[in-house]
Every structure is written in C-alpha cells, then in structure tokens.
C-alpha cells in the first residue's frame, strides 16, 4: 500500500481473522493504524466508522469485537451468534444523506468458500441487507481468497450489490459452496455476475486457476462504473515456484454499470 500512502490517498481498512487471532488485536490494531476515525459506537472507535465524502458514505465495521460470547461460526443461528454487525451500522445506512452508500468489512455477506461469514448470524445480515437495499447501497469484502461479483435481493426485492475481492495474492480458493445459502434463513443463494476463482469451470478467465487483481470503481451521481483489473502474467496455480514477471501485465476481464435502485 506504500504507493497509496506516499501519494497521501487515504487508505480505509478493518480487522480480519488473521488479526483477530494476534495478541492483544484491538490495542495493535487502533496504535497501528491511529489515523482511522474514531467516530464509532461505544467498545468498537478505530474499529468500526464512517467516511463521507462528495455523493458517498462510506462504513467500515468490525465483525468481531461486539460477538457474542457463544459465537460459533460453524452455526447460522440467530440465538447463538449476535454482534457481528453493529446497530450502528443500521442506523449510519439509513440516517446518511449521502447517495451512495458503501458498507465494507472481512467476510462475505453470503456463503462462498468459507462457510464462516454474514450468514453465521442472519438476521444482523438480512437487516444489513435491507438497509442496503432501501439506499441502493453496496456491499464490499474480501476473505475468500477470489473475486465473486454477485447481487441478492432484499425483503422487499431491491438488488443489493456484493463484491468479494479477496484475491490480493494469498493462494487461491475454489467457488465451491455457493449452493449452502439456499438451506439458510431466506435461503436467497446469489446470482453470480463474474466468478475469478480456482478450478472455476465457466470460462470467465479463460479456465485459468485464478488471477490475481483488484477492483475499481467509479462513483457517478446516478451510477457507478465497476471495473475488475487481473495480473495475467503471473502463475497463481504454483505460488511455491512461480517467479514474479519484471513487469506486470494488469488486464481489465470484467466491468460493469450498477444503478442507483
């Protein structure tokens, strides 16, 4: 991230597991990245926030700090897990004047790869839907290590948009439990728009094992552009002995245009 930082773009960012898991996380974490707002509910400040600026809102939140203590992620039970989106978050969806509305944390709002997501709590993540879903707002995360470019209605049907965008170079995980979403609570399995992920037999990248990349996107007053950028020349299936290219080839394999609903 050296280049963002040195060119004093702002970089936003919250806990995921591999944080979770160290020592003293919280205290690292808000020391180590002390210029996060600290404009969150109470127990969470530099952890879960909001960013406004021009026509978008954007709110980052932690999924972990507020669980419950009978949090197990193996269940997708609304009695055992609680806390994994804060109240907060509703309320900053729904209060903001913003037009766009951006709400990013660590794992996916459905199942993909990793059957520990949203979902291990569902009725925080369908709230969080509907709120999405009355503002036209947009979901953001990564964990599974693939770009999934999905949507899933709400309770009302408005399309809520989700990009995973786990692939920044940790080795590659398959698309592969897609299919679980339909035995839980709304049982709503997503449309999948682009699938980047390993062994993805649809052809989206050319039957490669996965590319890595990153997204981009444009916000407009009553659009935003979407683009996903892909390392091409770069072997993801052998990580142990591929060697880095002297210089990397990025292509765009997927763009899209998503209206404000």
């Not at 591999?18 to 210029?35: C, G, K, M, V």
């Not at 809102?57 to 269940?75: L, M, P």
């Not at 990153?214 to 659009?223: E, F, I, K, M, S």
Request: proline share 6%; with cysteine; glycine share 10%.
């Amino acid at each position: 991230m050296a280049p963002l930082y040195g060119a004093g773009i702002p970089v936003y960012l919250t806990r995921g597991n591999h944080e979770l898991a160290q020592p003293d996380s919280i205290a690292t974490w808000t020391n180590f990245f002390a210029e996060l707002p600290r404009n969150g509910p109470d127990g969470q400040k530099g952890l879960t926030y909001k960013v406004e600026t021009n026509n978008a809102c954007f709110i980052g939140f932690d999924q972990y700090a507020g669980r419950s203590a009978t949090f197990d992620k193996t269940k997708y039970d609304n009695a055992v897990n609680r806390g994994m989106v804060s109240p907060w978050v509703f309320g900053q969806i729904r209060s903001t004047a913003r037009r766009w509305v951006f709400v990013f944390g660590h794992e996916a709002a459905f199942i993909g790869h990793s059957t520990d997501c949203l979902a291990n709590a569902p009725g925080e993540r369908d709230e969080l839907w509907d709120a999405l879903g009355e503002r036209g707002g947009v979901y953001l995360c990564g964990h599974d290590h693939l770009y999934v470019r999905c949507e899933a209605p709400d309770a009302k049907n408005n399309p809520v948009l989700e990009l995973v965008v786990g692939d920044g170079g940790a080795p590659s995980n398959p698309y592969d439990k897609a299919a679980l979403n339909g035995k839980y609570d709304r049982q709503v399995v997503p449309t999948d728009r682009f699938v980047n992920a390993k062994g993805e037999p649809d052809g989206n990248t050319g039957h490669h094992a996965m590319y890595f990349g990153y997204a981009l996107v444009t916000v407009y007053p009553d659009r935003l552009e979407g683009e996903w950028w892909a390392l091409t020349n770069y072997d993801t299936g052998n990580l142990a002995t591929s060697i880095p290219p002297a210089k990397a080839r990025f292509e765009k394999l997927d763009s899209f245009t998503w209206w404000h609903h």
